[in-house]
């Protein structure tokens, strides 16, 4: 039996302490793809710019664009299993938002790196945990759908 149809048979509502149990399951889950993707943003921004000196911003995006392609597809394949959307367009829907994100870490980095004086790696560590977020909440609901479903 569904934890919907269970939750409904019990008189509940849908967040049953089981849906809240599997809802933070599936944000840890996220979270540690995000993390290990978020290293590699990090290697590539220090590449980009300590080796093969690449302005920063550009820079920046290039390093993102990388990073949340990858964090597409293992993200669709472990933590938001059970779309019913297709690779590809999941994977344009995704684009869309991770171009938005993109324009946020970017803008957000000249901010704190011009306006701020941070060095580039503390500031694009503390964008990371205000985009991530966003990131997470537009592809649990707009994206893959799943919000609610286990």
Known sequence: MSCIMRCRILLFNHRCRWCQVK????FLKYASVGGATFIIDLLLLYLFIDYLDIYYVQATALAFGV????????????????TLRSVHAGYAIFILIAGAGMVAVTGLMVVFVEVFHLPYFPARIIIAGIVGLWNYGMNLYVNFKVAGKH
């Open 67 to 82: 990073a949340v392609s990858i964090n597409y597809f293992v993200s669709r394949r472990f933590v938001f299993t059970g």
């Open 23 to 26: 809802g933070l399951i599936r």
